[in-house]
């Protein structure tokens, strides 16, 4: 199973970009796929994370800013960031809880990261 996640990069505060992460793979099913992010210094955290039906949650930081959605039958999650911010610059990990082909338990898989900076 291997993540690849998309879509990093330079943006003057105020803008906005779109994360993606596809999961491929020999996969069976996905349950919770999150976006994590870690800062030059910092700890990773978890800045949203979505069910596989669809409940959503986020830091308080980034509520009503960000939105995390997932396409279950590409097995893609999306990030959408509004109104970024300089303390948005972080590398963005995606995540995803995966039960592979022929598997019962689900095992967390990482994307390699993708770097977002913003400028003010």
């Known amino acids: 199973v291997q993540l690849q996640a998309s879509g990093g990069g330079l943006v003057q505060a105020g803008g906005s970009l779109r994360l993606s992460c596809v999961a491929s793979?020999?996969?069976?099913?996905?349950?919770?796929m999150g976006w994590y992010r870690q800062a030059s210094g910092k700890q990773r955290e978890l800045v949203a994370a979505?069910?596989?039906?669809?409940?959503?949650n986020y830091i308080d930081s980034v509520k009503g800013r960000f939105a995390i959605s997932r396409d279950n039958a590409k097995n893609t999650v999306y990030l959408q960031m509004n109104s970024l911010k300089p303390e948005d610059t972080a590398v963005y990990y995606c995540?995803?809880?995966?039960?592979?082909?022929?598997?019962?338990?689900?095992?967390?898989?990482w994307g390699q990261g993708t770097l977002v900076t913003v400028s003010s």
């Open positions: 979505v069910t596989s039906g669809g409940s959503t």
């Open positions: 995540n995803a809880a995966v039960v592979r082909s022929g598997g019962f338990r689900a095992y967390d898989y």
């Open positions: 793979g020999s996969i069976f099913s996905i349950n919770n």
